[in-house]
């Protein structure tokens, strides 16, 4: 069965500065995709980036990139120009890229506050 | 486009009730899910709902039915409700599970409390 470990239970950033959430993972399958999601104070679980394994570069959204290491099962997310709006709970998330089922295994998360 | 939808937004049960938890897509997505989130965990798959006329056990169905009303809405059942169920209940949607890109939008949760 697959695994998601986030090992930072919290994280703290000033803002403006950069931080760097960490998240490995273990599965015996070669096509997945991986998630990052973050839950601000409201609940709502909102996609920050995505990464389909099979492709080597790095995925970017704005101020918001990965990390992605195949070999090593590790995929961080690297959040620059950090904002107050930035603090949250961020879910790592993995998905099988084969069969029917497209459920999503989740870290226990990284609560990320960010600091004025 | 309201996305997904969940009702109710809170609820507080006594140990044995039973409630159903509702939600609705409007994006015509294929695939729903139900997932739970206790403190200090992510969320867990309870059940979910490839296509229209199925369903299939997730990580965590015990205590739980649920029903895909057809396309837009599927609905989970608590028939009596346990402490061990007090939690928060999150619907997600997605066009085709297992589809390269799938992307599952959730709806806003439910919080339930069991007495």
């Known amino acids: 069965a697959q695994t998601v470990t986030q090992s930072q239970p919290e994280m703290s950033v000033q803002e403006a500065e950069t931080v760097t959430l960490s998240c490995t993972y273990d599965?015996?399958?070669?096509?997945?995709?991986l998630f990052w999601y973050k839950q601000p104070p409201s609940r709502q679980m909102i996609l920050v980036i995505r990464?389909?394994?099979?492709?080597?570069q790095n995925a970017t959204e704005n101020r918001f990139s990965v990390n992605f290491q195949k070999a090593a099962k590790s995929f961080s997310l690297k959040i620059s120009d950090s904002q107050l709006g930035d603090a949250a709970m961020y879910f790592c998330?993995?998905?099988?890229?084969?069969?029917?089922?497209?459920?999503?295994?989740f870290g226990k998360g990284t609560k990320l506050s960010v600091k004025p | 486009n309201a996305g997904v939808t969940q009702t109710p937004k809170f609820q507080v049960l006594k140990t044995g009730q039973s409630m159903t938890l509702q939600c609705a897509q409007d994006?015509?997505?294929?695939?729903m899910y139900w997932y739970r989130q206790d403190p200090g965990m992510g969320l867990r798959l309870i059940y979910y709902?490839?296509?229209?006329?199925?369903?299939d056990k997730g990580e965590v169905p015990n205590g739980y039915n649920v029903s895909r009303l057809n396309k837009r809405e599927f609905s989970l059942r608590l028939e009596s409700a346990a402490p061990s169920q007090t939690s928060v209940y999150f619907c997600?949607?997605?066009?085709?599970?297992?589809?390269?890109?799938?992307?599952?939008?959730f709806g806003p949760g439910t919080r339930l409390t069991v007495l």
């Open positions: 599965t015996s399958e070669s096509d997945y995709y």
């Open positions: 994006m015509n997505h294929n695939s």
């Open positions: 709902s490839a296509s229209e006329g199925t369903t």
């Open positions: 998330a993995y998905r099988s890229g084969g069969g029917s089922q497209g459920n999503l295994i």
């Open positions: 990464q389909e394994a099979y492709k080597q």
């Open positions: 997600a949607s997605s066009e085709l599970a297992g589809t390269l890109g799938d992307e599952q939008f």
